[in-house]
Nanobody
Framework: VQLQASGGGFVQAGGSLRLSCAAS????????MGWHRQAPGKERELVAD???????NYADSVKGRFTISRDKDKNMVYLQMTSLKLEDTAVYYC?????????????????????WGQGTLVTVSS
């Protein structure tokens, strides 16, 4: 399963950006879709995720400013970011876990997968 993230860029503090991530491949089902970020010199951290039931989880630092959503039919996840702050500057990675169809000479069976996108840079300037 491959993920393609897009939407990063430069924005002034207080501005907005929308990130998108498309999952493709032999996807049988998706359990969780989310976004993490990694700022220079820091560890990767969870920003937000949304599970199969639609439950959304946010890092305290982005609550009230970021909104995660998904399009189940298109296997896409979005991150709407508003009121951006300098400290939101980071590389943002989408991630998806679920089941993919794995085929061999013995047949096709669903198996678990966890995939990460390539990262998209968000730079917030003053």
């Amino acid at each position: 399963v491959q993920l393609q993230a897009s939407g990063g860029g430069f924005v002034q503090a207080g501005g907005s950006l929308r990130l998108s991530c498309a999952a493709s491949g032999n996807i049988f089902s998706i359990n969780l879709m989310g976004w993490h970020r990694q700022a220079p010199g820091k560890e990767r951290e969870l920003v937000a995720d949304i599970n199969i039931g639609g439950y959304m989880n946010y890092a305290d630092s982005v609550k009230g400013r970021f909104t995660i959503s998904r399009d189940k039919d298109k296997n896409m996840v979005y991150l709407q970011m508003t009121s951006l702050k300098l400290e939101d500057t980071a590389v943002y990675y989408c991630n998806v876990d679920g089941l993919s169809m794995n085929c061999s000479t013995y047949g096709c069976y669903p198996g678990p997968f966890v995939s990460w996108g390539q990262g998209t840079l968000v730079t917030v300037s003053s």
